[in-house]
């Protein structure tokens, strides 16, 4: 079983309880991250904060950042796995339980590492392709890998549902990958208007749960995802009312269409580093 330790966590950065939120979006945004874990007083792992959290729990909800703790607006208690525990499984666990980061502790449970899901699905990827080119056989045997996971249960079949029809493209047989059309079909996405401010896309991202396409006579001019929202704008202190969201966009940014399969925009965004991508 390939262990959770083969993924490369990645090195956390460690905030504490008693810090301001301001301080914790700067420290984030100086480092180009999206997530740190919380500690508390004695050094245990308390909490992690995400720039998810930070729109739709501070930004959207007019918290003052500079006045108020980290440690009030985090997620507390946050689930781990350890560095000997299955990949597969991490990933299954994040998969259901709809996590983007996941802490990784040692045996003694002190933190050692952070998974992102967009890692994880990455390293599936390039396994996949790596099969790809040296056995022909490659995709009966990673399915049975996947529905064999010792004591996974319901992990194994999130697995399933999620990389099975990657597989199927992958190694070229019949039926091939979902497109996006098929998982997009009945979502609406989050768009807003040039002359919006900040606080006001903040608000409609958080209640869509996604970045927000902004968009002017029809035409996509730009992307803000909650990361350019907590980097661009909150880090830097700007007055978020008198913001206007063009003024932290990504312009123009790359897009694909309903009819893209599901690997290929995974890929594409894996090769581009992309968080987002407009269809």
């Given at each position: 079983?390939?262990?959770?330790?083969?993924?490369?966590?990645?090195?956390?950065?460690?905030?504490?309880?008693?810090?301001?939120?301001?301080?914790?979006?700067?420290?984030?945004?100086?480092?180009?991250?999206?997530?740190?874990?919380?500690?508390?007083?004695?050094?245990?792992?308390?909490?992690?904060?995400?720039?998810?959290?930070?729109?739709?729990?501070?930004?959207s909800k007019h918290v003052d950042p500079s006045t108020n703790l980290i440690g009030q607006v985090m997620t507390p208690n946050p689930s781990t796995v350890q560095k000997s525990d299955s990949a597969m499984d991490a990933l299954g666990m994040m998969i259901e339980n709809h996590y983007r980061y996941l802490p990784v502790v040692d045996d003694n449970g002190s933190i050692v590492g952070l998974l992102d899901i967009g890692k994880c699905l990455n390293d599936a990827i390039s396994k996949l392709e790596k099969k790809v080119d040296s056995n022909s056989n490659a995709a009966t045997d990673a399915m049975q890998?996947?529905?064999?996971?010792?004591?996974?249960?319901?992990?194994?079949?999130?697995?399933?549902?999620?990389?099975?029809?990657?597989?199927?493209?992958?190694?070229?047989?019949?039926?091939?990958?979902?497109?996006?059309?098929?998982?997009?079909n009945g979502k609406r996405p989050s768009?807003?208007?040039?002359?919006?401010?900040?606080?006001e896309c903040s608000e409609i991202?958080?209640?869509?749960?996604?970045?927000a396409l902004i968009v002017e006579d029809g035409e996509l001019i730009g992307i803000v995802s909650f990361?350019?929202?907590?980097?661009?704008?909150?880090?830097k202190e700007l007055p978020l009312e008198l913001t206007a969201v063009t003024s932290i966009m990504t312009p123009n940014p790359e897009s694909v269409t309903p009819d893209t399969t599901v690997l290929e925009a995974m890929q594409i965004m894996h090769e581009n580093k992309f968080l987002t991508l407009p269809v």
């Open positions: 079983v390939r262990p959770v330790s083969k993924l490369r966590p990645s090195k956390p950065l460690i905030s504490n309880v008693s810090d301001s939120i301001l301080s914790v979006a700067k420290m984030l945004a100086s480092k180009r991250s999206a997530a740190s874990l919380i500690t508390s007083p004695t050094g245990g792992l308390a909490g992690i904060i995400t720039d998810h959290d930070i729109v739709r729990r501070v930004v890998q996947l529905a064999t996971l010792q004591g996974a249960g319901a992990n194994a079949a999130a697995l399933q549902a999620l990389l099975g029809p990657l597989m199927a493209q992958a190694f070229g047989n019949a039926g091939g990958s979902p497109t996006l059309r098929s998982i997009l768009i807003v208007k040039p002359g919006m401010n900040v606080r991202m958080t209640d869509a749960h996604k970045a990361k350019d929202v907590m980097s661009r704008a909150l880090a």
